[in-house]
């Protein structure tokens, strides 16, 4: 599902498929299932809820993603982003904070990615929290 | 036979030389890239502070590095906060108005003090003015939790050219260094004792003078007195 650059939405859009955004959003996206696409056009001033979120036009608002947010080249983010899988391209615009232990507690029984062999092992204490 | 060699050797020349045109492209904004992984303790020890903090808070003063953040979100399981203070400067000085830094690094951060484990302050410090650096200080040390520990980068040499430095962290003891262009130089360097003056609320742990004339510190609030 696209939504076209002329678009312009004010309040909460929410569905239960993917959706490409290339239009204005104002408000709340709740994908939760779903992977949301920030077209290069695309302009959210939004809090955002998805499964997966792809950046590669701006959004200003928290993010919390239960799978991925990935900035792209060129994407922007203003704003907090909750995800237990973060990718920054270099040459995104990114100011804020970025929590994955909180995404990761929310799905229990999901263990968290073990770091591969030469990777620095998690603080302990951290990992307390995803417990 | 033949044919099939030149035809192998016809790529082989083609090959690096699409590598080469691609990276040129892609590096305009890039005037230097150094690639060489430095061994650094200073990042070592500053990780080691954060080892008895809960799902520690880190203050990331550069530009956003995206495998900085992988690796300490996903790796570390760290809350990372990034607040690209050079694109601050870059913005006053567009604006005429670097007088205002100190104005504007006393309200700057939004984390409530006392409430960040560790501060990766890199090289920033270079690039204020006395008056700006010491709001900076001022701020970042009312942010840091009593045992938390600020990482701190400063040149001991004069570096011409106005370029930024992000520090990508390749693993907990080494570092790539990476310029990149911005609107102003490094300022006069500051010594040991104006840097101590200028964090005067933290300890300092550690100190390190590379070969490269840099000097690596890192700092620590006291925990306040029973």
């Known amino acids: ?131 | 036979m033949a044919d099939a060699r030149s035809l192998t050797d016809l790529f082989g020349i083609l090959g690096p030389r699409r590598v080469s045109e691609a990276a040129s492209a892609v590096d305009t904004s890039v005037t230097h890239v150094t690639e060489v992984p430095y061994p650094t303790q200073a990042l070592q020890k500053f990780l080691r502070c954060l080892h008895g903090a809960e799902n520690p808070l880190i203050l990331d003063l550069g530009p956003v590095v995206g495998s900085n953040v992988t690796f300490f979100g996903e790796q570390l399981g760290c809350r990372i906060r990034v607040e690209d203070v050079a694109a601050d400067i870059d913005r006053h000085v567009k604006g005429g108005k670097l007088e205002l830094l100190p104005e504007y690094f006393a309200g700057r951060f939004t984390p409530a003090p006392g409430s960040v484990d560790g501060i990766l302050c890199w090289d920033i410090l270079d690039y204020l003015d006395r008056p700006a650096a010491q709001a900076l200080a001022t701020a970042l040390c009312r942010l840091l939790k009593p045992g938390g520990c600020l990482l701190g980068l400063f040149s001991t040499a004069e570096t011409p050219g106005q370029v930024y430095t992000k520090y990508v962290v390749v693993d907990e003891s080494t570092l790539r260094y990476r310029t990149y262009p911005g609107l102003r130089q490094r300022q006069r360097s500051l010594l040991n004792g104006d840097i101590i003056k200028l964090f005067k609320d933290l300890r300092v742990t550690d100190s390190f003078l590379m070969k490269s004339r840099l000097r690596k510190m890192l700092f620590r609030k006291p925990a306040p007195r029973a």
Not at chain 1, 91 to 106: E, I, L, S, T
Request: glycine fraction near 12%; charged fraction near 25%; include cysteine.
């Open chain 1, 1 to 131: 599902m696209n939504i076209g650059k002329s678009v312009i939405i004010k309040g909460e859009l929410s569905g239960s498929e993917d959706l490409t955004l290339e239009g204005h959003v104002e408000g709340r996206i709740d994908l939760k299932d779903n992977v949301l696409t920030i077209g290069p056009n695309g302009k959210i001033k939004a809090e955002v809820f998805a499964k997966a979120v792809v950046v590669l036009g701006e959004i200003t608002g928290n993010v919390t993603a239960s799978e991925k947010v990935d900035i792209r080249d060129n994407g922007s983010v203003d704003g907090d982003i909750c995800s237990p899988r973060v990718a920054i391209a270099e040459g995104a615009h990114f100011r804020g904070a970025v929590d994955m232990q909180r995404a990761g507690a929310k799905a229990p029984g999901k263990p968290a990615t073990p770091a591969a062999p030469g990777q620095a092992q998690p603080l302990p204490q951290a990992q307390k929290v995803g417990a």
